[in-house]
């Protein structure tokens, strides 16, 4: 078993009278994929914030690769990439100038070193070159998830943050981009922790599933979190959208197998 890279100890989160998080603990294995699901409000992006020192939390302890993470407070920010929820480009940039930008901001890298490994990382996500010169406002949805993605993976990250990656894209999309996430994973040797409601994202690319529930996480595998008894939990995994890709999931891992 892989030793964790993240580990969240006894966090607690509130907005005035209302506690999102009481005491809550995670931990996040090395070279994992991590899935984190839970209901509206249940503070799946607030978990993530607290986590990137973006959210100023009122109690615990967390760490990243053994490094304290307090808000405000510079952490190993060149260890990790994030891609936010809706890609968070720059619309006054084009590709080129906004995956280029951690670089520049992050590095002493000449131009032309910095254009060249920007440029690898779009290859990377599956982008034309000829993509480079456009702005977010010129390119479709998917490929601004991919560009998006290209500037998390910018600086060699150990670990990479995703906020609902597949949010938008349509089936076709949504499943190629499932295959990139898992395909970077196994080559890059990525610790991933994503954010998701795509049940088909939590159990085709997932080592496990965090749920968040009553202000604390449940953590499994996903025939672990399918067994769990919390009506939450009971209601989301046993609905009919979750039930068909749960028996996708078997009936593909069966083919494969008997291949």
């Given at each position: 078993m892989?030793?964790?890279?993240?580990?969240?100890?006894?966090?607690?989160?509130?907005?005035?009278?209302?506690?999102?998080?009481d005491?809550l603990?995670?931990s996040v294995?090395?070279?994992?994929?991590?899935?984190l699901?839970g209901g509206?409000?249940s503070?799946?992006?607030?978990?993530?914030?607290?986590?990137?020192?973006?959210?100023?939390?009122?109690?615990?302890e967390?760490?990243?690769?053994?490094?304290?993470?307090?808000?405000?407070?510079?952490?190993p920010?060149?260890?990790?990439?994030?891609?936010?929820?809706?890609g968070?480009?720059?619309?006054?940039?084009?590709?080129?100038?906004?995956?280029?930008?951690?670089?520049?901001?992050h590095?002493?890298?000449p131009?032309?070193t910095?254009?060249?490994?920007?440029?690898?990382k779009?290859?990377?996500v599956?982008?034309?070159l000829?993509?480079?010169?456009?702005?977010?406002?010129?390119?479709?949805?998917?490929?601004?998830?991919?560009?998006?993605?290209?500037?998390?993976?910018?600086?060699?990250p150990?670990?990479?943050?995703?906020?609902?990656?597949?949010?938008?894209?349509?089936?076709i999309?949504?499943?190629?981009?499932?295959?990139?996430?898992?395909?970077?994973?196994?080559?890059?040797?990525?610790?991933?922790l994503m954010?998701?409601?795509?049940?088909?994202?939590?159990?085709?690319?997932c080592?496990?599933?965090?749920?968040?529930?009553d202000q604390?996480?449940?953590?499994?595998t996903?025939?672990?979190?399918i067994?769990?008894t919390?009506?939450?939990?009971r209601?989301?995994?046993g609905?009919?959208?979750?039930?068909?890709?749960?028996?996708?999931?078997q009936?593909?891992?069966?083919?494969?197998?008997?291949g």
């Open positions: 892989n030793e964790p890279i993240i580990e969240v100890r006894g966090l607690v989160n509130r907005f005035g009278h209302q506690v999102v998080h005491h603990d995670l294995r090395r070279d994992e994929i991590l899935g699901v509206s409000g503070g799946k992006s607030v978990l993530m914030r607290s986590i990137l020192g973006l959210h100023p939390y009122n109690e615990g967390i760490t990243v690769m053994d490094q304290r993470i307090r808000y405000g407070e510079a952490g920010s060149t260890c990790w990439g994030v891609l936010f929820q809706g968070a480009l720059l619309s006054n940039l084009t590709v080129q100038e906004n995956v280029e930008l951690p670089i520049a901001l590095s002493d890298m131009l032309q910095r254009h060249e490994l920007a440029s690898l779009l290859i990377m599956g982008l034309p000829s993509a480079a010169d456009k702005y977010p406002s010129e390119l479709s949805g998917g490929m601004r998830k991919r560009v998006a993605l290209a500037r998390a993976l910018a600086m060699e150990r670990i990479l943050f995703l906020d609902e990656p597949t949010a938008g894209l349509d089936p999309a949504a499943t190629e981009f499932d295959e990139l996430i898992t395909y970077l994973h196994d080559n890059l040797d990525l610790t991933i954010i998701t409601h795509d049940v088909d994202s939590l159990f085709n690319t080592n496990r599933i965090a749920v968040l529930v604390q996480v449940r953590v499994g996903a025939e672990e979190i067994g769990d919390h009506p939450w939990i209601e989301y995994f609905a009919p959208r979750s039930k068909r890709a749960w028996l996708a999931k009936a593909s891992e069966q083919e494969r197998r008997r």
